[in-house]
């Protein structure tokens, strides 16, 4: 419940719930990792049904939130410019140290964390290289100390904490393995070995945990004409879920690692199962206002408001006691058609964003809640095969130069 003096405290009734989205990318299975158009539009309805009645429960508004992303996905690729490709970006002072990189005074160490995967990182085009990376990893540590990953495949892991050795900044990353249901887990075995090999090479220091699926109930669910997370069929995708989820702690503690690794998952914010936050120690979920239909005014404390009924409070009332953060959450600044530019009562826009960012981040902060801010970066691949905001997400424009935006500074 929000007190007088909570930080996301306005006028405004938050009144929807919020419509999570995923997109399909370059190879069939892929497409299971995300939610279709229809998925969608279910979603947006089913949001708005249980915002009502959250609403009638409730009695009264909460204002300003926090932190999935809509085109959440382990897909939440870096930019468009060609893997590989040199720019001047970030200045170094020695071209050949890139832990002597010049940083940039409009950027402040501000988020909690920020949602990441390396562009060229969706298979079988898997043409990420370090270099890219590395820039990635420049600019963020400016933001963040905090990344989370969608996946293990395409060597991403590996480069991300090979950057952040020789970026030599304060950063933590969620490794992610992007499992399937129906492939008898080849996806989910393969990108665990690549987390194992990782840990290997690199250790734990800078790895705060492992981030087993992303919005796998979701897509279970709407591949089988199911809706509900509880229910038989909800439950019969939780057990697939957990399995990887308990072989993957299994393996992490057969390792006899320095610290202990968190095990966990992230999925859409309303499509937890009660028996897969029973089986995880940390829960991530995707919350965002701007496909629930909430408007810009409202949209952080709406973000707020459902992450706390929703995810908060039911995990806090299990023995096991997850942890629970906001896996994206964030505002679209354009759209490539004009049918997409509005959610209804806002619209994409910059203007938006900042209204976002200076509602959203430091009261976050503040609140305590902990999120990943979604994203870092424009994504020109979504851009060009989806089109409306799907592109647009980022704090930066796909060729890495930072929008017209004011960073908090908190």
């Not at 933001?143 to 304060?170: F, H, M, P, W």
């Not at 995880?280 to 206002?289: R, T």
């Not at 905001?389 to 935006?405: P, R, S, Y």
């Amino acid at each position: 419940m929000t007190t007088p003096n909570d930080p996301f405290l306005t006028p405004e009734p938050a009144a929807r719930e919020f419509s999570g989205q995923s997109s399909p990318a370059d190879r069939d299975y892929i497409r299971e990792k995300y939610n279709s158009n229809s998925s969608r539009r279910k979603w947006i309805i089913l949001g708005s049904v249980v915002g009502v009645i959250a609403v009638i429960a409730i009695g009264v508004g909460v204002g300003v939130g926090v932190s999935h992303h809509s085109s959440s996905n382990r897909a939440s690729g870096s930019g468009s410019k060609s893997p590989g490709t040199n720019t001047s970006v970030v200045p170094q002072t020695n071209p050949n140290d890139p832990s002597t990189f010049v940083k940039d005074s409009r950027l402040h160490q501000s988020f909690y964390g920020l949602a990441y995967t390396p562009v060229g990182s969706i298979p079988p085009n898997c043409n990420s290289t370090l270099s890219d990376v590395i820039e990635d990893i420049q600019l963020m540590s400016q933001l963040t100390t905090r990344l989370r990953l969608y996946g293990s495949d395409c060597n991403q892991s590996a480069l991300v904490l090979e950057a952040i050795k020789q970026t030599k900044v304060n950063m933590t990353v969620w490794l992610g393995d992007y499992n399937l249901p129906n492939d008898n887990g080849t996806e989910y075995n393969q990108q665990k070995q690549a987390i194992v090999s990782v840990i290997n090479t690199y250790g734990v220091d800078h790895i705060s945990g492992v981030d087993v699926g992303n919005e796998f109930m979701l897509n279970y669910l709407d591949a089988n004409g199911a809706t509900d997370p509880n229910s038989a069929v909800g439950n019969q995708g939780a057990q697939i879920l957990i399995s990887n989820i308990q072989d993957m702690n299994k393996t992490l503690v057969a390792m006899n690692l320095p610290k202990h690794l968190p095990v966990g998952t992230s999925d859409a914010g309303a499509y937890f199962n009660t028996l897969v936050l029973e089986a995880i120690e940390f829960g991530m979920a995707n919350d965002h206002p701007w496909f629930a239909n909430v408007s810009i005014d409202q949209a952080a404390g709406w973000t707020w408001q459902f992450f706390e009924q929703t995810n908060v409070q039911p995990a806090a009332a299990l023995s096991n006691h997850p942890t629970m953060y906001i896996a994206e959450t964030g505002w679209p600044s354009a759209s490539k058609d004009q049918g997409s530019l509005s959610n209804g009562p806002s619209i994409a826009s910059v203007p938006n964003l900042q209204t976002f960012l200076d509602t959203f981040v430091c009261q976050a902060n503040k609140n305590g809640t902990a999120y990943f801010y979604f994203e870092a970066f424009d994504e020109t691949w979504k851009d060009i095969t989806y089109g409306g905001v799907e592109g647009h997400w980022g704090l930066f424009n796909a060729d890495k130069t930072l929008k017209n935006i004011t960073i908090p500074s908190c």
